[in-house]
């Protein structure tokens, strides 16, 4: 807890690329920011989370600054089933995670 960032969020600017847009493809994105990012290695959390969630090559993830990122889904099935694993915190790996 010690490291953790719990100041105020400062708004995110997402490029107008077609990178960063799901919603045309069909599919859906997910914002996110990293708790303690001095000891959580982003790299390793955007490779390993479509695995954990079972989407594989059908989400990609990308980071947008030191300590937020974005995951792009292809289909909205996918998406849902991430937002549907249930609400409250709860830890996936080392990556502490809540939902909604």
């Known amino acids: 807890m010690q490291g953790m960032l719990l100041e105020e969020?400062?708004?995110?600017?997402i490029p107008?690329?077609?990178?960063?847009?799901?919603?045309?493809?069909g599919g859906g994105s997910l914002l996110g920011r990293l708790l303690n990012p001095e000891?959580?290695?982003?790299a390793h959390?955007?490779?390993?989370?479509?695995?954990i969630?079972?989407?594989?090559e059908r989400a990609r993830g990308?980071?947008?600054?030191?300590?937020?990122?974005?995951f792009v889904f292809d289909l909205e099935t996918d998406i849902q089933t991430v937002l549907n694993?249930?609400?409250g915190p709860s830890m996936i790996g080392e990556w502490?995670?809540?939902?909604?």
């Not at 107008?16 to 493809?25: G, K, L, P, S, V």
Request: contains cysteine; aromatic residues 10%; positive net charge.
């Open 45 to 51: 959390m955007l490779r390993m989370m479509p695995k």
């Open 9 to 13: 969020d400062k708004p995110i600017v």
């Open 85 to 87: 694993r249930g609400s």
């Open 62 to 70: 990308m980071v947008l600054t030191k300590d937020r990122f974005q």
């Open 39 to 42: 000891c959580q290695n982003m």
């Open 16 to 25: 107008e690329d077609a990178t960063y847009c799901a919603m045309e493809r």
């Open 96 to 100: 502490p995670w809540r939902d909604g």
């Open 53 to 56: 969630w079972k989407v594989y």
